[in-house]
Nanobody, 115 residues
Framework: VQLQASGGGLVQAGGSLRLSCVAS????????MGWYRQAPGKQRELVAEIVSSSATSYADVVKGRFTASRDNTKNTLSLQMSNLQSEDTAVYFC??????????WGQGTLVTVSS
């Protein structure tokens, strides 16, 4: 299993970015797919997770600003981020899991929001 994340970069506060993740190695339609992030000096935290084609959960701090989506036909996961703030600065990781197994992680993509 491989997860390749992309789309990170430097953006001004209030701006937008779209992250993408391509998963390969097996069909992932029955897997939960999600985004986590880790800011400097902080623990990795869940940003958004899509458990099935329509059941999505978000961290409270990103609700209304971030939208996660997936395309099971292409094994892709996306995260549209809007109204980015400095506290959104972090390395963003895509993650897939089947049931309660630990799952797999991508390599991460850095998002830096300048104020």
């Amino acid at each position: 299993v491989q997860l390749q994340a992309s789309g990170g970069g430097l953006v001004q506060a209030g701006g937008s970015l779209r992250l993408s993740c391509v998963a390969s190695g097996r069909p992932f339609s029955t897997y939960a797919m999600g985004w986590y992030r880790q800011a400097p000096g902080k623990q990795r935290e869940l940003v958004a997770e899509i458990v099935s084609s329509s059941a999505t959960s978000y961290a409270d701090v990103v609700k209304g600003r971030f939208t996660a989506s997936r395309d099971n036909t292409k094994n892709t996961l996306s995260l549209q981020m809007s109204n980015l703030q400095s506290e959104d600065t972090a390395v963003y990781f895509c993650h897939v899991r089947w049931g309660l197994t630990p799952g797999y992680w991508g390599q991460g993509t850095l998002v830096t929001v300048s104020s």
